[in-house]
T-cell receptor, first 112, second 112 residues
Framework: EAGVVQSPRYKIIEKKQPVAFWCNPISGHNTLYWYLQNLGQGPELLIRYENEEAVDDSQLPKDRFSAERLKGVDSTLKIQPAELGDSAVYLC??????????FGPGTRLTVL | GQQLNQSPQSMFIQEGEDVSMNCTSSSIFNTWLWYKQDPGEGPVLLIALYKAGELTSNGRLTAQFGITRKDSFLNISASIPSDVGIYFCAGQSFQGAQKLVFGQGTRLTINP
């Protein structure tokens, strides 16, 4: 069974540029999560989807971050414009309901 | 908000030694999870605990859900080089809408 797929694995951009990350969850998993992981820290939830609905986006900085999961399967997380402090690893995870979450490999973003 | 205190932050041990790490919280959790993260990868689930007092093993790994529901520990017996990595505890509660809260991680280094 394929795991959570994320792309790209690495992204280097200049500040003020836009960037987008893509995630495809494990087949059959209706719940999808985006996490932010800063260096030396544990992951922190940005947004959680149940099917197409964002049920928890309280930690998403909505002035520059947006996310979508239009068909309830894959998802895109966007930052526009990126700031230096956005450099981090962006992790996607999926689960069936609120059961155990399985993580993708992450996208490492560097903002110069 | 909910916070987890994970200790120790780092460990340097000899191959073959046993390892013990723990997590404590000011809040009650109904689920405790332990993850391992290798460099450049996402966290991988090791053990899930669902009941206060529960003791669960996965090979050389043993984890327990504290009776107070505010703590958990992970033990690794007879460590081997592939145990190197960062271990995260994570707690999940009904009050937090099943949001997963992570500890800061324990970095394990093994000298052969």
């Amino acid at each position: 069974e394929a795991g959570v797929v994320q792309s790209p694995r690495y992204k280097i951009i200049e500040k003020k540029q836009p960037v987008a990350f893509w995630c495809n969850p494990i087949s059959g998993h209706n719940t999808l999560y985006w996490y932010l992981q800063n260096l030396g820290q544990g992951p922190e939830l940005l947004i959680r989807y149940e099917n197409e609905e964002a049920v928890d986006d309280s930690q998403l900085p909505k002035d520059r971050f947006s996310a979508e999961r239009l068909k309830g399967v894959d998802s895109t997380l966007k930052i526009q414009p990126a700031e230096l402090g956005d450099s981090a690893v962006y992790l996607c995870a999926s689960s069936f309901g609120t059961n155990e979450q399985f993580f993708g490999p992450g996208t490492r973003l560097t903002v110069l | 908000g909910q916070q987890l205190n994970q200790s120790p932050q780092s460990m340097f041990i000899q191959e073959g030694e046993d390892v013990s790490m723990n997590c404590t919280s000011s809040s009650i959790f109904n689920t405790w999870l332990w993850y391992k993260q290798d460099p450049g990868e996402g966290p991988v689930l090791l053990i899930a605990l669902y009941k206060a007092g529960e003791l669960t093993s996965n090979g050389r790994l043993t984890a327990q859900f504290g009776i107070t529901r505010k703590d958990s520990f992970l033990n690794i017996s007879a460590s081997i080089p592939s145990d190197v990595g960062i271990y995260f505890c994570a707690g999940q509660s009904f009050q937090g809408a099943q949001k997963l809260v992570f500890g800061q991680g324990t970095r394990l280094t093994i000298n052969p």
